[in-house]
């Protein structure tokens, strides 16, 4: 089970955390990633990361403004977020998936992010 927490209103310039904490697993096995869906568009891959801090993706738009990171201690993912863009406004939904599955298999019911400029 995943559970995001932080989301809201955010002004541009500003800075925003996003967390998901995960229960009912080995958090270490899976490798954690947010995406995000704006209305009426589908749903992206915003970032993941493996286990170790050593395997990250970002998807181009994001890059060099958020940030991924997890707690293998307190089985938590983290996504910051800095400097926003209004077009970054979107429900952003925290999933795992182990590495032998190619698809993104849990899923978090997903907190809605503004950006206002």
């Known amino acids: 089970q995943l559970v995001e927490t932080g989301g809201g209103l955010v002004q541009t310039g500003g800075s925003q955390i996003l967390s998901c904490l995960a229960s009912?697993?080995?958090?270490?096995?899976?490798?954690m990633a947010w995406f995000r869906q704006a209305p009426g568009k589908e749903r992206e891959l915003v970032a993941a990361?493996?286990?170790?801090?050593?395997?990250?993706y970002y998807t181009d738009s994001v890059k060099g403004r958020f940030t991924i990171s997890r707690d293998n201690v307190k089985n938590t993912v983290y996504l910051q977020m800095s400097s926003p863009k209004p077009e970054d406004t979107a429900v952003y939904y925290c999933?795992?998936?182990?590495?032998?599955?190619?698809?993104?298999?849990?899923w978090g019911q997903g907190t809605q992010v503004t950006v206002s400029s």
């Open positions: 009912g697993g080995t958090f270490r096995n899976y490798i």
């Open positions: 999933a795992a998936r182990i590495a032998t599955i190619s698809s993104y298999h849990v």
């Open positions: 990361i493996g286990w170790s801090d050593n395997n990250i």
